[in-house]
C-alpha cells in the first residue's frame, strides 16, 4: 500500500510538472522580464533570488540567480582558521549591501 501511495504521489508530480511546461510551452527566455521589485532577497554579492511573474510557483518563485562573471565572498565561508571565516563574511556582507544599493524597482535583471 505505501509503494502505491508513492506512486502515485510520484505520478501526480510528474502530471504537475507536464501541465506546467505545457502552460509556458510557448513562453521563451526572451519573454521573461524580471526587475527589481521581482527580487526578493539579495543574499551575498552575486546571488539573488527572484520570483518570475506569471510562471507557475513551482519554477518561479524564490528562484535563485547567480550574476556571471561575477564573484565575491561567500556567506557560507569555507576559510579553515575562524578569523578568516569572519573577514570573508563581513566582506561578503559589505558585497551583498553594494548589489542592494546598486539595485532599482526599475532596473532590468534578466531578459
Given at each position: 500500500?505505501?509503494?502505491?501511495?508513492?506512486?502515485?504521489?510520484?505520478?501526480?508530480?510528474?502530471?504537475?510538472?507536464?501541465?506546467?511546461?505545457?502552460?509556458?510551452?510557448?513562453?521563451?527566455?526572451?519573454?521573461?522580464?524580471?526587475?527589481?521589485?521581482?527580487?526578493?532577497?539579495?543574499?551575498?554579492?552575486?546571488?539573488?533570488?527572484?520570483?518570475?511573474?506569471?510562471?507557475?510557483?513551482?519554477?518561479?518563485?524564490?528562484?535563485?540567480?547567480?550574476?556571471?562573471?561575477?564573484?565575491?565572498?561567500?556567506?557560507?565561508?569555507?576559510?579553515?582558521?575562524?578569523?578568516?571565516r569572519?573577514?570573508?563574511?563581513?566582506?561578503?556582507?559589505?558585497?551583498?549591501?553594494?548589489?542592494?544599493?546598486m539595485?532599482?524597482p526599475?532596473?532590468?535583471?534578466?531578459?
Amino acid at each position: 500500500m505505501q509503494k502505491l501511495a508513492i506512486y502515485i504521489g510520484g505520478l501526480l508530480l510528474v502530471l504537475l510538472l507536464l501541465a506546467a511546461l505545457h502552460a509556458n510551452a510557448n513562453a521563451g527566455p526572451a519573454d521573461i522580464i524580471v526587475t527589481g521589485r521581482d527580487v526578493v532577497k539579495v543574499y551575498d554579492g552575486d546571488t539573488l533570488f527572484i520570483n518570475i511573474a506569471g510562471v507557475h510557483p513551482v519554477f518561479g518563485k524564490r528562484i535563485g540567480v547567480r550574476i556571471s562573471n561575477v564573484d565575491t565572498p561567500e556567506m557560507r565561508s569555507k576559510c579553515k582558521s575562524e578569523v578568516a571565516r569572519d573577514r570573508e563574511r563581513a566582506m561578503a556582507a559589505d558585497a551583498r549591501q553594494v548589489l542592494i544599493n546598486m539595485i532599482r524597482p526599475e532596473s532590468t535583471i534578466v531578459s
